[in-house]
């Protein structure tokens, strides 16, 4: 069973409509933490952990990067707290992305709103083991728009967004005939659009992870059950999860 963690906030800041990006500093959890896992976080005065992903990390700095957008009560919590201050974490928790592509290969990374900040860290870590990166990053609009340089410094970037105020007007799915060839690929977004993805992509290697509420965090509530696809039972977000290999869970 894991311990909880105090991490101390180093940096918090809105970089997007309603989007905290938050540094926080804690040597297990940095040197621990590998790219698609999540933190469970403490919120005050809430019984419920939050489960937000791990967007990057510095092994020498001893951080790790959160960000989570303000959508309820909670999160609006959590954003109130102010570097200097300390939160209680579980994590890192679940299980991430596979970094499987070899050098030399292209692999595509197709995020959707706040699914988009696992990726990075993903994609920092398989582009310095040296294969090519090809990423979409799907927003609702302008302002809710983030990292846009950071993706764009790993590989060629699209981005697209629902109402067309910049990039390409639509889904994250409508640029998959314009990247070109990629051998294998990771999403994390909604699940209309894994649905999409999946589907679009059917056949070929990949990953995708979900974003769910959850419980415990640790596998023992079974507040984050999902259908195998095969029939066989469920699958558990927070312990099985929160990636699968596409095709692995009923969407
Ligand atoms: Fe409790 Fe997944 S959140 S089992």
Redesign the pocket.
């Known amino acids: 069973m894991k311990k909880a963690e105090e991490m101390q906030i180093i940096k918090a800041s809105e970089i997007a409509r309603d989007t905290v990006e938050m540094v926080l500093r804690n040597r297990y959890i940095s040197q621990h933490a590998a790219p698609g896992q999540f933190l469970h976080i403490h919120v005050e005065g809430h019984t419920l952990r939050r489960p937000i992903s791990i967007a990057d990390v510095n092994h020498e700095e001893e951080t790790v990067t959160i960000l989570f957008k303000i959508v309820g009560s909670g999160t609006r919590q959590l954003a109130a707290n102010r570097p200097g201050m300390s939160i209680n974490a579980l994590g890192p928790n679940g299980n991430g992305f596979p970094v499987l592509a070899q050098p030399g290969k292209t692999v595509l990374l197709a995020g959707g709103g706040i699914g988009v900040p696992p990726l990075y860290y993903l994609g920092k870590t398989l582009k310095s083991n040296g294969v090519k990166l090809i990423s979409i990053l799907g927003f609702q609009s302008k302002v809710d728009i983030f990292y846009e340089k950071e993706f764009s410094q790993l590989g060629t970037t699209f981005i697209v967004t629902d109402d067309g105020s910049y990039g390409g007007k639509g889904f994250v799915t409508d640029v998959l005939d314009d990247t070109g060839l990629f051998e294998l690929y990771y999403s994390c977004g909604p699940g209309p659009m894994l649905q999409a993805m999946t589907e679009k992509l059917k056949g070929k290697p990949g990953y995708i992870s979900l974003e769910e509420r959850?419980?415990?965090?640790?596998?023992?509530?079974?507040?984050?059950?999902i259908p195998a696809s095969n029939g066989d039972g469920y699958k558990?977000?927070?312990?099985d999860g929160p990636v699968f290999h596409a095709g692995e869970v009923s969407l």
């Open positions: 959850m419980g415990c965090g640790v596998g023992t509530c079974l507040a984050c059950v558990k977000i927070c312990k």
